[in-house]
């Protein structure tokens, strides 16, 4: 009645997760001997940023500026929201054609295109804390470069937008 086990006995399962519990204690000891940083080790520090959006071709009937200083603003970037930003200002002038300057014909001048009535285009400049890494600032996960299309959205709007400027604060309080 006495049942014999074989230790040594191995099957194609076992195999495979001897193999499996090799390869997860390799990668563990790769990361903890600094073979290879994580992302913490990447973060160099934490800043206030400014960013410009510039939203063309707005469509607006009334002339008054829809982005107040000091207001929240969302921003949505690759579909994924992030919390409200404070707007530091912001600029919305009538849309502008390019035509030749009647007193010089060589050179141009830009003047209000009144086949846009109600076009307009608007810089809005946002601030927020980042992550400055080696790579960028890092806001809400997302790396905030020039040229990164995103959504602006208020109380009153949802406006697509491209990010033109980014600068750093470095007169800022929030390090220490």
């Keep these: 009645m006495i ?6 006995k191995f099957n194609f399962i076992d195999l495979i997760i001897v193999l499996a ?6 990668g563990f000891f790769l990361v903890k001997t600094d073979k290879y940083s994580t992302s913490a080790n990447i973060i160099k520090e934490h800043k206030q940023i400014e960013f410009d959006v510039l939203i063309k071709g ?4 009334s002339n008054k500026n829809i982005f107040k200083r000091d207001d929240k603003a969302f921003i949505t970037i690759r ?4 919390m409200s930003l404070d707007i530091v200002k912001s600029k919305v ?6 035509v030749p300057n009647p007193e010089n014909t060589s050179r141009f001048i830009l003047i209000d295109d009144k086949a846009k009535k109600y076009e307009y285009n608007a810089l809005v400049t946002l601030k927020d804390k980042a992550i400055i890494t ?5 806001i809400g996960g997302n790396k905030i470069k020039i040229g990164l299309p995103l959504t602006l959205e208020g109380f009153n709007y949802r ?12 007169n800022d309080e929030s390090n220490k």
Excluded: S
Excluded at 3 to 8: A, E, P, T
Excluded at 58 to 61: A, I, N, Y
Excluded at 93 to 98: A, D, F, G, I
């Design 134 to 138: 080696e790579t960028g600032p890092v």
């Design 58 to 61: 707005l469509r607006l009937t």
């Design 21 to 26: 519990l090799l390869i997860g204690l390799t």
């Design 159 to 170: 406006l697509n937008g491209i990010v033109t400027d980014i600068r750093l604060k470095e």
């Design 3 to 8: 049942k014999k086990f074989n230790i040594l």
């Design 79 to 82: 579909n994924v929201p992030y």
């Design 93 to 98: 002038e009538p849309w502008q054609t390019l």
